[in-house]
């Protein structure tokens, strides 16, 4: 099971990290993704992260901006936002390579 936390409201130009908590399987044993969905659109994939730190790739419409990193210890995934815009407003979910059963997500909203 996958669950999302962080997302809020937060202003144009902001910062803030998301967080992935994996329940039932230890999360550093698979790839992970973060993915993102805003209303009426697909969802897209927006980071990745492989087995070691350096095997990271990200969405060019997020490159620079956002981190993906992992935080073992808590069988977690994480992503930090910065430099937000409005146009990153959606729903953001993290998934496994292969795809488990999606979370119910966490909405960010940035205004603008």
């Known amino acids: 099971q996958l669950v999302e936390f962080g997302g809020r409201l937060v202003q144009g130009g902001g910062s803030l990290t998301l967080e992935c908590k994996a329940y039932g399987f230890v999360a550093n044993k698979f790839p992970m993704r973060w993915y993102r969905q805003a209303p009426g659109e697909e969802r897209e994939w927006v980071a990745r992260?492989?087995?070691?730190?350096?095997?990271?790739d990200y969405a060019d419409s997020v490159k620079g901006r956002f981190t993906i990193f992992r935080d073992d210890a808590k069988n977690m995934v994480k992503l930090q936002m910065s430099s937000l815009k409005p146009e990153d407003t959606a729903a953001y979910f993290c998934n496994t390579e292969p795809q488990r059963s999606w979370g119910p997500g966490t909405q960010v909203t940035v205004s603008s």
């Open positions: 992260i492989g087995s070691t730190i350096n095997d990271r």
